[in-house]
């Protein structure tokens, strides 16, 4: 019973203050108070420190460009680096002049159009005139823009010189490979069913095809041979649920897919095919050497993800994406050892990064790029392998049928297939 008094006194306590308010309000209302509305001193004096915070704030911003510039990029090493570093500063000097324009009249038409009591604000809907104002010019700024920006581009991605070093780019989480195009300056071809521990960019020979479909073969002829243990009597089959047995029979009816058409790939197989490929040189190492004012035509492949090539000193950046091949040309003007003096540092090198989110290692994809005299360029180039010299050799396997077309079984038991030195 004492709890409930409690209770009741408490709402009804609750319920006197409520009605109290209202009463005030109400009391308000017939004095005709206005308790909201701010003194015009008070306006007038938010309006000049308005004016006074506009003056600091542009002050800063100046002085903060001037003292740290206007987020310059490093110093430019590529012909065309000093053509984007250009249009650059006419995209910052635009956006500076507009961002001037707007925060001085933002600033000042707030401090003399603060409110007044005796001046009622114009209403002011539409004017075809100002609508017609500020839609040219923005446009005609940004079509200058477009315009310089898409020739720039143009340039860039042109069609390169004949004299042009060819060099492929292959990226792979989370790693880089170099091609060079060799004494004849032409790629090899490629293909990505190639692509194997000793070969990685995927170069197509008739070796690099025969070793593929050898390999593939064995992992064919060993689904097989699981699935006819799993498919023998009870008391000697090998248990597998239905998941994995599906699973284990299109992998199989895949990979003889793979294998029929590297039959057709080595069938359209050419003496000049084969030769474009052995003088290329695959640089497997973090470390790629370019010729200081020569021309070069880069090609970019992906083996699983998206990735982007990205050369910040060059300028360079291009995203190289799976199953298709992008390119960019560029000529390098500042060799390694000058731009070491440039910056100051005895340490710093040009660098390949990944300029893409490609996963857990993404930070440690990179590869050093050395800009050399032509002397120092052709040292280190004679002492790279070509590709017939240093993966031939590994891209064979050690064991095969007695002949390629043994291979054309694609559904053979492993213990029926019989493995000889490949010849």
Known sequence: MDKLIIVLILLLGIIAVAQLMRVLELSKEIREDKPHQIPEGDIKMNANLWLLFGLAFMVSTFYMIGKYGMGDLPVAA?????KTDWLLKINFYII??????????????????????????????????LELLWTIVPAAVLAVII????????????????????????????????????????????DFRLVHNNNPVGVQTNATIDSAIVRLQKTVDEIAVQLANADAPKETAQIMTDAAYA???????????????????????TAEIEKKAMDDKVIKLKEI??????????????????????MPHFRLQMNTVPGMTTRFKFKPTITTDSMRTVVGDEKFDYILLCNKMCGSAHYNMQMVVKVDTEEGYKKWYAEQKTFKQEIMPEAAPAEKTEDVAAADSTAVPADSVKITALK
């Open 247 to 269: 699973k284990a029979k299109a992998k199989k009816e895949r990979t003889q897919r793979h294998i029929k058409r590297l039959k057709d790939l080595k069938s359209g197989m």
């Open 78 to 82: 590529s012909e065309h680096g000093a």
């Open 147 to 190: 315009i310089l920006g898409l020739k720039t581009w143009n340039e860039m991605t042109a069609e390169s010189s004949k004299e042009a070093v060819r060099i492929e780019l292959y990226s792979k989480q989370f790693e880089w490979f170099a091609r060079y195009s060799g004494d004849d300056n032409t790629l090899g071809h490629s």
């Open 96 to 129: 500076i002049l507009v961002f001037t324009a707007t925060h001085i009249l933002l600033f000042l038409f707030a401090n003399k159009y603060h409110y007044r009591k005796d001046r009622k604000a114009l209403f002011f809907p539409h004017d075809n005139k």
């Open 289 to 310: 050497h370019l010729v200081v004012n020569k021309d070069y035509e880069l090609t970019f492949r992906s083996q699983d993800v998206i990735h982007s090539a990205y």
